[in-house]
């Protein structure tokens, strides 16, 4: 039960070990399928993979964004970015060797 005087309960712990772990998580699976789908549309058209990349990102992103603000699905968000991040400059490093 709260004090008398307490207006709210004081905020919860953030639990950044299981957060952390669900980011990275995250950021490996989503790093894959991009890696993946950028790869093999890359061996079909090069301008292709770049503009199917933008789309799918630019679709997924407004909804996950919103998101972000939610205790449990922001690890997932921020891992997605990461991973979407991730996949890109492994394309790019992939593409200039």
Request: aromatic residues 10%; glycine residues 8%.
């Given at each position: 039960?709260?004090?008398?005087?307490?207006?709210?309960?004081?905020?919860?712990?953030?639990?950044?070990?299981?957060?952390?772990?669900?980011?990275?998580?995250?950021?490996?699976?989503?790093?894959?399928?991009?890696?993946?789908?950028?790869?093999?549309?890359?061996?079909?058209?090069?301008?292709?993979?770049?503009?199917?990349?933008?789309?799918?990102?630019?679709?997924v992103a407004p909804s996950a964004w919103r998101?972000r603000r939610t205790p449990v699905w922001r690890?997932?968000?921020?891992?997605a970015a990461a991973g979407v991040l991730a996949?890109?400059?492994?394309?790019?490093?992939?593409?200039?060797?």
């Amino acid at each position: 039960m709260l004090p008398p005087h307490a207006s709210h309960p004081p905020p919860a712990a953030t639990p950044w070990f299981t957060g952390l772990l669900v980011a990275g998580f995250a950021a490996a699976v989503v790093a894959v399928a991009v890696i993946a789908f950028g790869s093999q549309l890359a061996r079909i058209n090069a301008v292709l993979a770049v503009f199917l990349e933008l789309v799918v990102v630019a679709g997924v992103a407004p909804s996950a964004w919103r998101l972000r603000r939610t205790p449990v699905w922001r690890w997932l968000v921020y891992g997605a970015a990461a991973g979407v991040l991730a996949g890109w400059i492994a394309l790019l490093v992939g593409a200039a060797a």
